[in-house]
């Protein structure tokens, strides 16, 4: 369960490759407990462009995938780097597996 994140920007990551579809779910349960989220994309369409967002102005970062695992489905880098800025500053890095979504909500 959550608990209050009424003061906390979260940017989720959108990539291609895992948690695709379940993105708008980790997104409705970080929104539920008051955080403020925005998508900023690694493809286009989706969002912010990741060359383009400020990491400054997050609180944390939600990952469709491990930390390890995001050079898989980044090709260009910049998403890496986005994530990299939080892990250096210490700032929250929120990774979730589509198997964790199994019967949530219900």
């Known amino acids: 369960m959550l608990r209050d994140l009424g003061q906390c920007c979260v940017a989720a990551l959108a990539l291609d490759g895992p948690g695709r579809g379940e993105m708008g779910e980790a997104v409705r349960l970080l929104r539920g407990a008051g955080a403020e989220v925005q998508v900023v994309s690694a493809r286009d369409g989706d969002g912010m462009p990741v060359g383009r967002a400020e990491p ?49 909500g219900g």
């Open 56 to 104: 400054d102005l997050y609180d944390a970062v939600l990952l469709p995938c491990a930390v390890t695992d995001l050079g898989r489905w980044d090709a260009d880098g910049e998403a890496a780097a986005f994530v990299e800025h939080f892990l250096r500053s210490g700032k929250l890095v929120l990774g979730f597996a589509a198997a964790a979504f199994d019967g949530a």
